[in-house]
């Protein structure tokens, strides 16, 4: 396959950056989106030029470090990550626009590298337990019902890739935090800190400077785990009882 | 090692909500349904306009009684009155708030564009402006009868009928309310997601009975006009 790629190019956080193009031959189509930019990578420092910055690190679809906005779509065409999107999804001759995450809070770090360290502070308000240390607790100790274990593990899929904001019109990472929150807040071993976890965490978000949910949708549609959209009302649930009840 | 002990102090739940991106939207989903509300009973007067001059008219006067002997002459039209100011002021300023805050969260926009979301949400805040706009006309028009050509107070039949017999007196009503359709269509549906009801299981409903809400004052604010427009009305 030879394709047209129109890359962002960003020196460094302040510098200015530019749509970039470049021509890539001798694609296959087996190849990851990933390995296709390694041929680019390549090819640019053969030619003595600065090669394209991206994040990568598992590319197994489970670790959540990829990203790139791939013409419009976050994470590209396919409901998966950009590592596990194949270049069979597009046409010989194609031209691809590739961007990285837009929104305030995930500044370039370069290129298409995005620092997504709002994603840890939220993380850090309040996306954790209270575990006991000491010998692993007998596992029958606490009972967790089967439909709750199912809706924790729906939301613990997620893997922080921020997908969710970068197709979010309004770049609302509503979905990230609310997966978090319903993950840990149906569970036995999370109720201790079900408030306090649920304010905190929405308030880090607003701190962050992601904007609001308009309830677009797009999030749910580009997670390449497949959290869903009714979660952000879970977790809206969650924040009105924890304001209600007030924090413990 | 021990945790340390939290001892600073929570702000007010009034602060909570308000400083809230999410409280601030359970406030519009709250104001937004007040005046939902409203809108089905005020479409359902509007309807009498179909039985006479008569019956119109008495309605009219009726609602100025509401409440008596309690309640003095137009007392309880005031109460509502304050009540839905509250609810589109309230409405208004966490809309624009919030949209400042969506605005500002993408400083830079993708090269790439395409369309996001569908047109009854794209269009939630123009649509809303143009409803805010619509608002302040149509108090001019049929309330104070200012802009009304026919503008005899006490007899609204006449008035309405004066107002749908004028080109800009129809279309400005009928895109308002086209807008108005498309407002509670989103809106409806996003109000129970914010505070909460929504779920995988009841989204069909919800969806349903957004549809249905927008469509049910569509037809019934947009038949009143069009009764004028063909005669059926006179």
Same mark, same amino acid.
């Given at each position: ?11 460094? *956080? %302040? ?34 030029? !600065? ?13 959540? *470090? ?25 046409? !010989?001759?194609?031209? @691809? ?13 370069? %290129? ?9 502070? @939220? ?49 609302? *990472? ?25 304010? !905190?965490?929405?308030?880090?978000? !607003? ?19 497949? @959290? ?21 | ?36 509300? /409203? ?53 208004? =300023?966490?809309? /624009? ?12 926009? /993708? +090269? ?40 005899? +107070?006490?007899?609204? /039949? ?20 086209? +807008? ?33 809400? +927008? ?12 009764? =004028? ?6």
């Amino acid at each position: 396959m030879k394709l047209t790629l129109r890359v962002w190019r960003q020196r460094g *956080a %302040d510098a200015p950056g530019h749509m970039a193009s470049y021509e890539v031959d001798g694609i296959s189509e087996d190849m990851s989106f990933l390995e296709m930019l390694d041929t680019l990578n390549e090819d640019l420092i053969l030619r003595g030029e !600065d090669p394209v910055a991206f994040d990568h690190d598992c590319r197994e679809g489970i670790c959540g *470090a990829c990203s790139l906005v791939i013409n419009g779509d976050a994470h590209g065409p396919e409901r998966t990550t950009t590592c596990q999107l194949h270049m069979r999804s597009f046409d !010989d001759g194609d031209t @691809i626009d590739v961007e990285p995450w837009r929104a305030a809070a995930f500044p370039v770090v370069k %290129d298409l590298v995005v620092d997504r360290g709002s994603f840890d502070r @939220i993380i850090q308000a309040g996306g954790y337990i209270t575990a006991p240390t000491g010998a692993a607790p007998e596992a029958h100790a606490t009972a967790v019902p089967k439909a709750d274990a199912d809706f924790a593990f729906e939301h613990a899929e997620c893997i922080g890739c921020g997908a969710c904001v970068a197709a979010c019109p309004n770049g609302s *990472a509503m979905l990230f935090t609310s997966a978090k929150v319903n993950h840990l807040n149906v569970l036995p071993q999370g109720s201790p800190e079900r408030e306090t976890r649920v304010l !905190d965490m929405v308030a880090r978000m !607003d701190e962050e400077g992601f904007g609001g949910c308009t309830l677009t949708g797009e999030c749910a549609t580009a997670c390449p785990k497949g @959290i869903p959209l009714p979660s952000i009302a879970a977790m809206n649930k969650e924040w009105l009882r924890a304001v209600r009840k007030g924090p413990r | 090692m021990a945790l340390a002990t939290r001892t600073d102090r929570r702000p007010s739940t009034t602060r909570t909500i308000w400083d809230s991106s999410v409280g601030k939207k359970s406030v519009m989903a709250v104001s937004g349904l007040v005046m939902l509300g /409203y809108l089905v009973v005020h479409m359902l007067g509007n309807l009498k306009i179909f039985f006479g001059a008569d019956e119109f008219n008495g309605y009219a006067h009726w609602l100025r009684t509401l409440g008596s002997p309690f309640l003095h002459h137009e007392w309880a039209l005031w109460i509502v009155r304050v009540g839905l100011l509250a609810a589109v002021v309230a409405h208004a =300023v966490s809309a /624009y708030q919030l949209s400042r805050r969506d605005i500002r969260a993408r400083p830079v926009k /993708y +090269a790439h564009k395409r369309r996001r979301a569908s047109y009854a949400t794209r269009t939630m805040r123009w649509g809303g402006v143009i409803l805010g706009l619509f608002i302040v006309w149509h108090l001019l028009d049929l309330t104070t009868l200012t802009v009304n050509e026919r503008a005899w +107070a006490g007899h609204p /039949y006449e008035n309405v009928l004066s107002t749908f017999s004028t080109w800009y007196g129809n279309t400005i009503y009928i895109v308002a309310m086209a +807008a108005l359709g498309l407002h509670v269509r989103h809106g409806f549906w996003s109000a129970a997601q914010t505070l909460g009801a929504g779920s995988a299981r009841r989204d069909r409903t919800l969806k349903f009975l957004a549809n249905g809400l +927008a469509l049910v004052l569509f037809a019934g604010f947009v038949s009143v006009p069009v009764a =004028v427009m063909t005669g059926v009305v006179n």
